[in-house]
């Protein structure tokens, strides 16, 4: 046998354990499966590389995907990731562990993980986080089918069209299989319209309603008044949020939501073609036993030292099969490390300073965007944060390529016709004024 | 391991910083209306960059990994995360792409997904694949929905039942119930198998399809799995191969082959990829030819799943080609053979014969159970090797033994390492028959021993404000 660097094998350990087993060869070893189902022959794959031909072919494949300055969010952003991260996720105590069942030698898993449901409830301002979900996409799905489990015998959640198209896509595949109607309600001067709100609750058998508190023109959302409506026809509020812009914004909490949800990849999260980033999810207390996924609690152990374990396990899986609250098993704990460096880092001063600095950067763009007077205003005077839609005088395609020959990923276009553009704190001055260069020569 | 007892909370004073950011070069931006903005700060820690790296370094060293040491967890496939994995994920080429971008701007990206295609397809014997779902239970979610899409493209609405084994991994049916299926369990025999005569009377036209994983949760191969797909398919059904169990089939047996028509594979337990404390995984789903068509209506995550997961596969994949396919599955078989076999004087090995990936004992032959006979739990078992620098095995699942240890060693462990857990596992049970206080007692040595779970649950305190 040639060996090869994962596998400890020597031919004399294989002799040894046959023998232990009582079988003459490895193949013995299968001699319970059928005849005809066993592969004759070798596998249709490429035949082994070295790890050096491994990093090489990948390096080639890198390479092939132009580095681009991002000006685009639309759900995921371009934030920093500090140093400190990759360097603590990548320690393999982190990396190499599994879901802490053992909780005895798993209390460095638990106690990120009950820090991270504290830093997500500070910035939500709910009483209770769980410890992750897939993505934001999928977190929305959840809450919208917690909504109907919390609201018994109701089965429609209304959706705001103000949330970004791959929300919604994934709410309503979800919700096609589980038996949820949905209703819209439409956006009108760049927010969700609090009267199409009130007129869709009015037809009845609301669950639930999840709006965003950014949508997806970049706009920040005013929920005045729309807890209260929601509430009176006994539905929940569903809040789906940029949690790094909830270090400034009114929270979840405090527009009077029973569940936040969101993407928590703008915390310092790459961008990674899109994953793996975080579903996160706060509730109000008296939803916790509604709630899906792993949860954290603090306790004492024989000694009385503090300890931490997995706790109301009686919602899941594992214990309640097809009764649980949800399916999920893995989540994505990993990137709850991650997201718990990137706040512990940044502290309340530092993640101020990023939604100042994306703010000040996507105001001073759009400013000079609109001087070039190659764009319309589409929603003039409506507050927004580090992202924005203008209406652009010529066709968009062509914007875009220009911009992609300079190295900018920008301008995006919209089911509207608009395009859309984003600033984070990576962006620098002399960016944007190339960036609006390229837009002139159009 | 040393116990270490803070939370970054408690490092925090007001006014440290561990965070640098660029000068703010930009005129100021119009205030945002104060009804927007919240009414005070989040009370996050204030700590220093090398506070932060100081207090999760000690965190790890609470922590036990496949890089500490054996960890045989059944049903989850604990084998070496390779390094050079790590390295190619993290090539700014990669991580640096905004999912957004055409294909234009993504060709490597795109390539990828092609060639982890064909790749898996070749692996598993099915047509294509889809890479949304981002862990193992997401997938059977995704498998669940494509099911069902088939029968509506057929405007047959009826079948709205999905069988699964009493052995089935708690997913099974936990998916089945989010897709809006009603779950009938399947008994198993006594030797641990699908009853294919209590089966027989469950199939009509409600039935959409089954799922199962073969080898199952004890182990052991579905010796009647072609009789099973056929009468599932003849009552009109389809058959959906839960992955989970897959590392034994590696280049050995495709589920293709046995007649499986959708199946999804767990990255994270088959194809090496770390599994981070609990994820991030990647739950790829797969679909034989007829089924193709199902798949362009389902969007189960936002973007294109756990694209960093899926590329550590793909190296992996690289790393084995052709030529090693077949030792993964033989090596896996090979260890949890020879653990069972020379334990099983002492555990009780409710089945006999030649297991695959893991087997199940059902506890200690001197359980504890008879008042006259000194004896300990498997709870006991587990705690106890903690003791010893190994992770415990499994505990309590599948259900089908009520002291049900679930042992899999997976192909990366040498000779050495699981003559080493025998050797433990045999004092063990020579302790729980002379001194069972010394298991009653385990662990002695961890950081923290046996938390108080009742008072967790009983008196939540799930975030750092409760606690104070």
Redesign the interface.
Not at chain 2, 134 to 138: D, I, N, S
């Given at each position: 046998?040639?060996g090869?660097p994962?596998?400890?094998?020597t031919d004399k350990?294989?002799e040894?354990?046959?023998q232990?087993?009582?079988?003459s060869s490895?193949d013995e070893?299968?001699?319970?499966?059928?005849k005809?189902?066993?592969?004759r022959g070798?596998?249709?794959?490429?035949?082994?590389?070295s790890?050096s031909?491994?990093?090489e072919?990948?390096?080639?494949?890198?390479?092939?995907?132009?580095?681009?300055k991002?000006f685009?969010g639309?759900?995921?952003y371009?934030h920093?990731t500090?140093s400190?991260i990759?360097?603590?996720t990548?320690?393999?105590?982190?990396?190499?562990?599994?879901?802490?069942?053992?909780?005895?030698?798993?209390?460095?898993?638990l106690?990120?993980?009950?820090?991270y449901?504290?830093?997500i409830?500070?910035?939500t301002?709910m009483d209770?986080?769980n410890?992750?979900l897939?993505?934001?996409?999928?977190a929305a799905a959840e809450a919208m089918?917690m909504a109907v489990a919390c609201t018994k015998k109701k089965t429609r959640v209304l959706l705001s069209r103000g949330l970004f198209p791959?929300?919604l896509?994934?709410v309503?595949?979800?919700a096609r299989?589980?038996?949820v109607e949905i209703g819209y309600v439409p956006v009108m001067g760049g927010q969700t319209c609090p009267n199409c709100l009130r007129a869709e609750l009015a037809k009845g058998d609301v669950a639930g309603v999840i709006v965003p508190s950014i949508n997806r023109y970049g706009i920040?959302e005013?929920h005045?008044g729309f807890a209260e409506a929601i509430h009176a026809e006994k539905a929940l509020l569903v809040e789906y949020c940029d949690p790094s812009a909830?270090?400034?914004?009114?929270?979840p909490a405090?527009w009077g939501a029973d569940i936040a949800v969101g993407?928590a990849q703008p915390l310092g999260i790459?961008?990674?073609?899109?994953?793996?980033?975080i579903g996160f999810m706060g509730v109000r207390k008296e939803y916790?036993r509604k709630m899906p996924g792993?949860?954290?609690?603090?306790?004492?152990?024989?000694?009385g030292?503090?300890?931490?374990?997995l706790?109301?396990?009686?919602r899941?899986?594992?214990?309640?099969?097809?009764?649980?609250t949800?399916?999920?098993?893995?989540?994505?704990?990993?990137?709850a490390?991650w997201v718990?460096?990137y706040?512990?880092?940044?502290?309340?001063?530092?993640?101020?300073?990023?939604n100042?600095?994306s703010?000040?950067?996507?105001?001073?763009l759009h400013d000079e965007l609109l001087k070039t007077g190659c764009f319309e205003e589409v929603f003039p005077g409506k507050?927004f944060?580090k992202e924005f839609v203008l209406k652009p005088k010529e066709f968009p395609g062509l914007m875009q390529q220009r911009l992609?020959r300079a190295g900018f990923?920008a301008a995006?276009d919209t089911e509207e016709g608009y395009v859309s553009f984003c600033v984070t704190?990576k962006r620098?001055?002399a960016e944007i004024d190339e960036l609006v260069k390229r837009v002139k020569e159009g | 391991?040393k116990?270490y007892?803070k939370?970054?909370?408690e490092l925090?004073r007001k006014g440290?910083?561990?965070?640098?950011?660029?000068a703010?070069?930009?005129?100021?931006?119009?205030a945002?209306?104060e009804?927007?903005?919240?009414?005070e700060?989040?009370?996050?820690?204030?700590?220093s960059?090398p506070d932060?790296?100081r207090?999760?370094?000690n965190?790890?060293?609470?922590?036990?990994?496949?890089?500490?040491g054996f960890?045989p967890?059944g049903s989850?496939t604990?084998?070496?995360?390779?390094k050079?994995n790590?390295?190619?994920a993290?090539?700014?080429?990669?991580?640096?792409?905004?999912?957004?971008?055409h294909a234009?701007?993504?060709?490597?990206?795109l390539?990828?997904y092609q060639e982890m295609d064909?790749?898996l397809a070749?692996?598993t014997g099915m047509e294509a694949f889809t890479f949304d779902p981002?862990?193992?239970?997401?997938g059977?979610?995704t498998g669940?929905?494509i099911m069902?899409e088939y029968h509506r493209h057929r405007g047959d609405t009826a079948r709205t039942k999905v069988i699964v084994p009493d052995s089935a991994h708690?997913?099974n049916?936990?998916?089945?119930?989010?897709?809006?299926l009603e779950?009938v369990e399947v008994k198993s025999l006594a030797n641990g198998r699908v009853d294919v005569e209590a089966l027989k009377p469950l199939l009509d036209g409600t039935v959409a399809g089954m799922m199962m994983t073969n080898p199952n949760t004890l182990g052991l191969?579905e010796?009647q799995?072609?009789e099973i797909a056929a009468l599932v398919h003849e009552a009109g059904g389809l058959m959906y191969y839960d992955g989970a169990n897959m590392n034994p089939l590696m280049?050995?047996?495709?589920p293709g082959?046995?007649g499986f028509d959708i199946m999804h594979l767990?990255l994270?337990k088959t194809f090496?990829t770390?599994?981070?404390?609990?994820?991030?995984?990647a739950g790829p789903v797969g679909v034989a030819a007829h089924l193709v068509d199902c798949l362009p209506?389902?969007?189960?995550?936002?973007?294109?799943?756990?694209?960093?997961?899926i590329?550590r596969a793909?190296?992996y994949?690289?790393?084995?080609?052709?030529?090693?396919?077949k030792?993964v599955g033989?090596?896996s078989?090979?260890?949890a053979?020879?653990i069972k076999?020379?334990l099983k004087d002492l555990y009780k090995l409710p089945i006999e014969?030649?297991c695959k990936h893991e087997f199940v004992f059902d506890g200690l032959v001197n359980d504890g159970a008879h008042d006259d006979v000194p004896g300990a739990t498997t709870l006991d078992v587990?705690?106890r090797l903690?003791d010893f620098g190994f992770?415990?095995p499994?505990i309590y699942?599948p259900l089908l033994f009520h002291q049900a240890i679930m042992v899999e060693p997976t192909?990366?462990?040498?000779?050495e390492?699981?003559d080493a857990f025998i050797e433990v596992m045999r004092k063990i049970a020579l302790e729980a028959a002379e001194d069972p206080a010394i298991l009653h007692d385990a662990?002695h040595s961890?950081?923290?021993?046996?938390?108080?779970?009742t008072?967790?649950?009983r008196t939540?305190?799930?975030?750092?404000?409760?606690?104070q």
């Open positions: 046998m040639a090869f994962y596998f400890p094998h350990d294989i040894a354990m046959l232990r087993v009582g079988v490895l070893l299968y001699a319970d499966v059928p005809g189902f066993l592969k070798k596998y249709a794959l490429p035949e082994s590389m790890e031909e491994v990093r072919w990948l390096g080639q494949l890198a390479d092939m995907n132009p580095k681009m991002v685009v639309a759900g995921a371009d920093y500090p400190v990759p360097y603590i990548s320690r393999s105590e982190f990396l190499t562990a599994y879901t802490p069942y053992q909780s005895e030698i798993s209390q460095g898993t106690r990120y993980i009950f820090e449901q504290s830093m409830c500070e910035l301002g209770i986080s410890a992750s897939y993505d934001g996409p999928t089918k791959h929300v896509k994934v309503e595949t979800y299989f589980h038996g920040i005013d005045s909830l270090a400034v914004l009114k929270t405090e993407d790459p961008l990674c073609y899109g994953g793996p980033y916790m792993r949860i954290v609690g603090q306790t004492v152990d024989r000694d030292k503090r300890a931490y374990v706790t109301l396990q009686a899941e899986q594992h214990i309640r099969r097809e009764k649980a949800s399916n999920i098993c893995s989540n994505e704990s990993l990137m490390l718990t460096v706040l512990s880092l940044m502290g309340p001063e530092g993640l101020r300073e990023v100042r600095l703010c000040d950067g996507a105001h001073y507050p944060l992609e990923f995006l704190e620098t001055k | 391991m116990y007892d939370l970054v909370f925090s440290r910083k561990g965070y640098s950011l660029p703010n070069r930009f005129p100021s931006s119009p945002i209306p009804t927007l903005l919240r009414a700060a989040p009370a996050l820690p204030e700590v960059e932060v790296v207090h999760y370094t965190l790890s060293q609470m922590n036990f990994g496949v890089d500490t960890y967890l989850c604990m084998k070496y995360n390779p050079v790590e390295d190619v993290a090539l700014p080429g990669f991580s640096g792409l905004h999912p957004l971008m234009g701007l993504t060709k490597g990206a390539k990828v064909k790749a070749a692996i981002c862990a193992g239970a997401h059977e979610l669940l929905m069902r708690g997913t049916p936990a998916s089945a119930a989010v897709c809006g779950v191969f010796t799995i072609r280049g050995v047996v495709r082959d046995m767990n994270h090496s770390p599994h981070g404390g609990g994820g991030p995984g209506d389902i969007r189960v995550s936002g973007f294109h799943g756990n694209f960093g997961v590329l793909y190296a994949i690289l790393m084995l080609g052709r030529d090693h396919l030792e033989q090596y078989v090979l260890g053979n020879y076999e020379s014969g030649v587990a705690k903690l992770h415990a499994t699942f192909e990366t462990e040498s000779k390492t699981l662990p961890t950081p923290v021993r046996r938390p108080d779970e008072l967790a649950a939540p305190v799930l975030k750092y404000k409760d606690a």
